[in-house]
Each structure stands twice: as structure tokens, then as C-alpha cells.
């Protein structure tokens, strides 16, 4: 199908999957969308180098599979590229044009494992955010102990560092998205710090603290420390997407340190063998229901003013089936449209100006052209 013949969005719009994003090529991401479309009848427009997505399309037996669409892009995004300026000057770049089939309502939602910092600037030079909303974050969750709701993780690696304004944001944000995603009733929702007195933590997070306490649309419950996330402590935990990431992680080193301390420990004996082989498949269950990545697919990148799922770089191909449901998912349920109206319930306390550095000086010229583009349409309805 050529670019030109998309069709136009309807209740059920393909997902536009960046098919050369993540660390193992198009055939993984190309397969993704191909387990989805069997196994969940969704739709996806694959975007990015035709020829390579055809050639896997065929080895998947799926090239006639009418649910499963090519746009070309001519670019893509490298992992070591600068996103600011990658997505400026790669105008035809797989993950700006998915953007762009999102903006265009050709697409109901955008999933990529490509280089995080360029699906943050791609959807930010695209859509935009949503009102009041300074950055984006992305959201991830977490397993608790017990069979509860897991834990919203955000920022989990979209900013590197942030005011504490934007924490009040995260909180907001993640706590809507708990309740209207998780069906969490009023989200408990922490502050990560390195204790739990009021005193702890930084200049930033302290004064993120005292803004959430007054704030009564958050469920505030104070500080949370590391090994609280995931006990039965808070539905969600905030912090900048350095600490984040950190911890998204380490979670996923421990879990694979933890299953081979096993294996290596019961390989000593014949009974820990057998014992071993009988647990086998309850282990394996646990892991990729429960604790792997995959399970859970990508994370949504919360601000947007869009429909945005972020999935690891290292996804395998059911992880990128997964990240397609997810987006399917919110866009079906009408999850953006529900978290930006709740949102205008709240009065956001956003400083005048932008912070310096390069989100800064990016969010400066989005602004310049919304005002712009606001005086147009104010002129154009005045004549």
C-alpha cells in the first residue's frame, strides 16, 4: 500500500509500530506486529525501510496479511544520536513520520524501542503536550508483592534531571493514570527519596513535597525509599527519570541474579536437579507472567498530547506485540482524552519560562509557535 493510501483513522486505527527501532533490527519489531495481528487481530502500519519490512513480512509468511501495512521512511534514528537534532534534520525518520500518522489520525497510537530521547523530542515537535503539562514522562510498572495492582513508576527515562514542579506534574499525571488504567480508587502516591522523614531527600524534592501536601487531588502519602515500590506501600512512585531508570534497571539485574543463584545452587545436588525439573515450569510462569519486561510490553509516555508507548530497547518480539496491545488498548478506552480532562481540574503551577538546556530551549520554541498559531486562528476568526 503506498503512503498516500492509509486509510483514515476510524474506532479501530492501526497502531503505527516504528519497525527499525529497539536493538535487534526490523525482523524482531516486524514480528511483533505480526503476533498481534494473529493472536489479537490488530492492525499495524510498520514504518520505516519498505524493502527490509517486506523481506520480513515474507519470512513471516504474512506479507498479504490485510491488517498489516508498510509506510515508507528513508531514515532512521541511531541510538547514539543526538534526538534533538536527529529529529529535526531526519525529517523522514521512521519514528517522525509514526508521529505524524498519529497527528494526521492515521494512526491511534505510536510504539517504538527506539531510542528514547527521540521518541521524547519526535512527539514533542509533532503533538505537543497536553495544557499545563512543561514535560512528558514516561510510566512504568512495576510488580508488587502479592497478587495487587503493580506499581506506576515515573519518570522512568525520559528527563534526566527535573524541577520540582515537574514531580508535581509526574504526580498528577501518574495518578490519573492509575485510576483510569490500573482502577486504582485514589492513588497512593509517593516521593522517592533516600528515607522517609520530611527532612530527607534534596532542595528539588523537599520542595516537591511541600507542593504535593497542599495539592488535595493527590493522594500524597510522603517520602517512599527504594525497596518500598514494590510492597503494598504506594500505587505510585515519582521521581526524575535518572533515579528512575536507575531503578527500572537494577530491578531487572536483580530478578536475573536471583534466577540464576537458583539454578546454580540446585544443579549442586540430585535432589535440588529434581526438585528443579518439578519447578521448572512454575518458574518459568512466574518470570514471564510476572516479572519480565515483556510481559508488560512498553510503558506509555505520559504528556503527550497523544498516544505514545515506549518499549525497551532489548524488546523481544512479544514485547513489541505487547506494546501494540497496550496502545490499542488506551486508545480504545479513550485513556489520553480521560487524563487531560482530569487534569483541567487541577491548577498547574508552571513557572513563566522553560528551564535552560535542550528540553528547555525546545519547549521555548513549541510554546512560540502555539502562541502563533493561537493569534492566526484569532485573526482569521475576527475578519
Not at 112 to 134: D, E, F, K, R, Y
Request: proline residues 3%; glycine residues 10%.
Amino acid at each position: 500500500m503506498n503512503n498516500s493510501q492509509l486509510p483514515a483513522v476510524t474506532l479501530s486505527a492501526p497502531v503505527a509500530l516504528d519497525a527499525m527501532g529497539g536493538d535487534f533490527g526490523v525482523e524482531v519489531c516486524v514480528e511483533g506486529a505480526v503476533l498481534a495481528a494473529k493472536e489479537m487481530s490488530i492492525a499495524s502500519i510498520l514504518v520505516g525501510d519498505e524493502s527490509k519490512i517486506r523481506a520480513a513480512l515474507k519470512n513471516f509468511k504474512a506479507e498479504n496479511n490485510p491488517l498489516l501495512t508498510v509506510f515508507h521512511a528513508s531514515e532512521e534514528i541511531q541510538m547514539e544520536e543526538s534526538p534533538s537534532v536527529a529529529i529535526r534534520r531526519k525529517a523522514d525518520s521512521s519514528i517522525r513520520r509514526a508521529f505524524e500518522l498519529a497527528k494526521q489520525g492515521k494512526a491511534s497510537g505510536v510504539v517504538s524501542a527506539g531510542n528514547t530521547g527521540a521518541v521524547m523530542a519526535g512527539g514533542l515537535l509533532v503533538l505537543g503536550t497536553l495544557p499545563g503539562i512543561a514535560r512528558p514522562a514516561i510510566a512504568s510498572l512495576i510488580p508488587k508483592v502479592g497478587d495487587g495492582t503493580p506499581t506506576v513508576l515515573l519518570d522512568a527515562g525520559a528527563n534526566i534531571d527535573c524541577h520540582a514542579y515537574q514531580l508535581v506534574q509526574f504526580a498528577l499525571m501518574g495518578s490519573h493514570y492509575a485510576e483510569s488504567a490500573l482502577g486504582c480508587t485514589r492513588p497512593r502516591v509517593g516521593l522517592l527519596s533516600n528515607g522517609s522523614e520530611a527532612s530527607k531527600g534534596t532542595d528539588i524534592t523537599r520542595s516537591a513535597y511541600v507542593s504535593l501536601s497542599e495539592i488535595k487531588a493527590i493522594n500524597f502519602i510522603g517520602y517512599v525509599e527504594g525497596n518500598d515500590i514494590s510492597q503494598n506501600v504506594a500505587d505510585v512512585v515519582v521521581c526524575d527519570g535518572f533515579e528512575g531508570n536507575i531503578v527500572l534497571k537494577s530491578i531487572e539485574g536483580a530478578v536475573e541474579l536471583v534466577f540464576d543463584t537458583i539454578q546454580r545452587y540446585v544443579q549442586k545436588t540430585g535432589r535440588g536437579k529434581l526438585g528443579f525439573w518439578i519447578a521448572k515450569p512454575i518458574l518459568k510462569k512466574v518470570f514471564h507472567e510476572r516479572l519480565d519486561p515483556s510481559a508488560y510490553g512498553g510503558a506509555p509516555l505520559l504528556g503527550l498530547n497523544g498516544n505514545a508507548i515506549v518499549c525497551h530497547g532489548g524488546s523481544n518480539s512479544r514485547s513489541i506485540m505487547n506494546g501494540i496491545r497496550i496502545a490499542h488498548k488506551f486508545a480504545q478506552e479513550g485513556l489520553l482524552s480521560r487524563i487531560a480532562s482530569a487534569l483541567t481540574d487541577v491548577e498547574l503551577q508552571v513557572p513563566g519560562a522553560y528551564e535552560d538546556g535542550m528540553w528547555g530551549r525546545m519547549g521555548q520554541r513549541f510554546t512560540k509557535q502555539k502562541k502563533d498559531k493561537k493569534k492566526q486562528a484569532e485573526a482569521s476568526s475576527s475578519k
